[in-house]
């Protein structure tokens, strides 16, 4: 299985019908998005939180170096790599709605 | 047998722990709040009664705002857990996979798959608790991720009140077993809907002498949780592929047959046949228990309307009709004397360090207390 179809797979919907709570359901679908940013925002901050006291407890924090720092290759291509699938991760709902549209048509 | 972990990956399910726990400390008890606040009093003024029943509890509530935000909220942490549940496990599926076939192979007797069984439609038309793929879906041979899915989120779900390995409710069951029937060695125990065996291993720890099976129709599930078995020294435990309304053992052959969260998820004709197989199955002197959340009977309005929840909007189909059914007059119809019959409650047992659910607020379908009905035969 190549990567765009693991993808696709890790986002699928459940079999039946997405309710609506809203009267606008422009409205669902973008708290759907919202909280789902705000569980990555929740992981980005553990994540910054066990960087910082590993550090701490190193002694080896050094902020400026945070600042100053710039990713060679390799390093970029990952993070690259990592928003990709961090925005496939937010905008799911955007998929799904494809995915059925498809279906549809089929 | 579970699968590996990265950071992102357990702060993910971290958040949606502490997020599910939020909002049933936190959040729910504001829906009561703008019931009696403003939706009964608008209600009231135009129908000059209150909302009859549960039913128009909702229909008068779909309009308003909190209900709304919480609801679309509770639906998006589902999701979410879902996709946090497939994103740690299906890029590790064929690792898992074949973890799971050398497990099982060291133990090949007691793990039996049937391609025979098919999915009954009560089960196919709608992925139970939004789960993608159900129990059931398989992307690769011999795949356990939908297990590996289930076993990694429920935790998150449950925020710790099923215990450390979500065996809960399994354990209160054995204690209860042992306490209803003192000294007695049941020879032979069935788990009926075991799913990938969190309930059903407690039983083969507390009767060490006894033949333990569960059953379930789906193969991921009995793969990953022969495996999980194995791993945790049970090899004996016997996973089995077939379906409850048609089982493939003789009459009177068990002594206790059981089930946990099991019946919700059944239709109403597929119920009556199963609870017909166990009064088929049970052995003279043996005894059946079945754990659900409790019935609506007795509950106000409101609590029903809470509770009804999740079969509207979390793909729970059966969840209302079930906590409708008199299962005692169930029993009763499928042979059960009136007086062997009983219902009961069992306390989830977890560990020490676990919370316990009198510490909890309970979250409508989720805390660590379970209603039972029973049968001795």
């Not at chain 2, 069951?173 to 209803?180: G, K, S």
């Not at chain 2, 029903?304 to 509207?312: A, E, G, I």
């Not at chain 2, 510490?359 to 001795?376: H, Q, V």
Request: aromatic fraction near 10%.
């Amino acid at each position: 299985m190549n990567k765009p179809d693991l993808q696709k797979l890790i986002n699928a919907a459940a079999s039946g019908k997405r309710p609506h709570f809203f009267s606008d359901h422009d409205v669902d679908r973008l708290l759907s998005i919202v909280w789902a940013m705000a569980a990555e925002l929740a992981v980005t901050r553990e994540r910054l939180d066990t960087v910082e006291r590993l550090l701490a407890k190193r002694a080896l924090l050094d902020r400026a170096a945070i600042d100053a720092y710039r990713p060679d290759g390799a390093a970029a291509a990952e993070r690259g790599q990592w928003q990709m699938e961090y925005l496939s991760r937010l905008l799911r709902v955007l998929q799904q709605e494809v995915d059925a549209l498809q279906r549809e048509v089929r | 047998m579970s699968p590996e972990a990265t950071h992102d990956e357990i702060a993910r399910f971290n958040f949606l722990a502490n997020f599910n726990k939020y909002m049933s400390n936190v959040v729910v008890a504001g829906i009561a709040v703008a019931y009696e606040r403003r939706v009964a009093p608008h209600w009231r003024a135009q129908h000059g009664v209150d909302p009859a029943d549960r039913r128009e509890i909702r229909a008068a509530m779909s309009a308003d705002a909190y209900y709304q935000l919480w609801s679309a909220l509770r639906r998006s942490g589902m999701e979410i857990r879902q996709q946090a549940g497939r994103s740690l496990v299906l890029r590790q599926m064929q690792a898992l996979r074949d973890r799971a076939r050398e497990l099982n192979a060291a133990c090949a007797a007691t793990l039996r798959l049937d391609d025979s069984i098919t999915i009954p439609r009560y089960q196919s038309e709608l992925d139970n608790h939004c789960m993608p793929g159900s129990y059931y879906a398989e992307y690769i041979d011999d795949d356990v991720s939908a297990a590996a899915n289930y076993d990694a989120g429920m935790f998150a779900t449950t925020t710790g009140l099923f215990g450390r390995y979500l065996d809960g409710a399994g354990r209160g069951t054995a204690h209860w077993l042992r306490r209803y029937r003192p000294g007695w060695q049941p020879r032979r125990i069935l788990d009926l809907g075991c799913g990938l065996g969190h309930n059903l291993l407690p039983l083969a720890r507390a009767y060490l002498e006894a033949e333990v099976i569960g059953v379930d129709i789906a193969a991921p599930m009995l793969r990953y949780g022969h495996a999980r078995a194995v791993g945790m020294g049970l090899g004996r435990v016997i996973f089995q592929q077939a379906n409850a309304e048609r089982l493939p053992f003789e009459d009177a052959s068990f002594d206790f047959i059981y089930s946990t969260m099991f019946l919700h998820e059944t239709s109403h004709a597929a119920l009556r046949n199963i609870l017909g197989e166990v009064h088929r199955l049970l052995a003279p002197g043996g005894v059946q228990l079945h754990l659900e959340q409790p019935p609506y009977r007795g509950m106000s309005d409101f609590e029903q309307f809470l509770r009804d929840w999740d079969c509207h909007y979390n793909n729970e189909p059966f969840w209302s009709a079930l906590h409708e059914t008199h299962l005692p007059t169930l029993l009763a119809e499928k042979g059960f004397a009136q007086t062997d019959i009983f219902e009961t409650e069992i306390h989830a047992i977890v560990e020490d360090e676990m919370p316990k659910v009198a510490a909890e607020i309970e979250d409508f379908g989720r805390g660590g207390l379970w209603y039972a009905c029973g049968a001795a035969a």
